[in-house]
Structures are given as C-alpha cells and as structure tokens.
C-alpha cells in the first residue's frame, strides 16, 4: 500500500489550501482514512478521518467549521479542504489508513493507523 500527499505550501492566514492523498496497492473504497499533522515540539494529532463508505467524519474541535475531508473512490484519492488557515494550522500533513476492510468503528488516534504517506508541510504566515 503506498500513499502520497501532495498539495501542501506558504499561504497568509485566512487563506486556503487543498490536500490531496493518492492511494495504491489496494482498494480504496474499502477503508477508513485519516489526516494527521504534527507541528514543530508537538505531538502527531488527527485532524480529521472519514470512514470507507463516508458515512462518518470526524473534525478535531481546532479545526471544525474550516476543514473538509472528502474522498473520490473512483479516483482513489483521499483531500482535505483548508480554508481560513491560521498560523496555529502550521504543520507537517500526514494521510493514513488502516489495515481492515470495512470498518464501523472510530479511529482517532495514530496508532491505530496502519500505513502512512510521506507527509506535506503546510506553513501559514500571519
């Protein structure tokens, strides 16, 4: 399975940004996938994850209302939708997903994420 985010960039707080995360190596469609990000000194959070059949999604309280997660099965591709960036938004981004197929249940944290993209670094000037 490889993952690879892209999208990433310089933008001037209240600007927006959409990340992208191609999947191959399996079924797309079939599973639960997240975006992560860590700052510099911080810990790696989820900012948002979004189940296989988009049934559900999950915002972590800093960025709802701002962020979109979203994904194009057929095109196998995982986007996260920034807008009105701040320079707290500052951060390396990661998408992941989890091993299981199908999956009911939420996953917030990463170490219940199986494969992991390389990451795109968002930096936001205020």
């Known amino acids: 399975v490889q993952l690879q985010a892209s999208g990433g960039g310089l933008v001037q707080a209240g600007g927006s940004l959409r990340l992208s995360c191609q999947v191959s190596?399996?079924?797309?469609?079939?599973?639960?996938m997240g975006w992560f990000r860590q700052a510099p000194g911080k810990e790696r959070e989820l900012v948002a994850a979004?189940?296989?059949?988009?049934?559900?999604?999950y915002y972590a309280d800093s960025v709802k209302g701002r962020f979109t997660i979203s994904r194009d099965n057929a095109k196998s591709t995982l986007f996260l939708q920034m807008n009105s960036l701040e320079p707290e938004d500052t951060a390396v981004y990661y998408c992941?997903?989890?091993?299981?197929?199908?999956?009911?249940?939420?996953?917030?944290?990463?170490?219940?994420?199986?494969?992991w993209g390389q990451g795109t670094l968002v930096t936001v000037s205020s």
């Open positions: 992941a997903t989890r091993e299981r197929p199908y999956e009911r249940s939420r996953y917030l944290t990463d170490i219940e994420y199986d494969y």
């Open positions: 190596g399996r079924t797309f469609s079939a599973y639960t």
């Open positions: 979004i189940s296989w059949s988009a049934g559900y999604t």
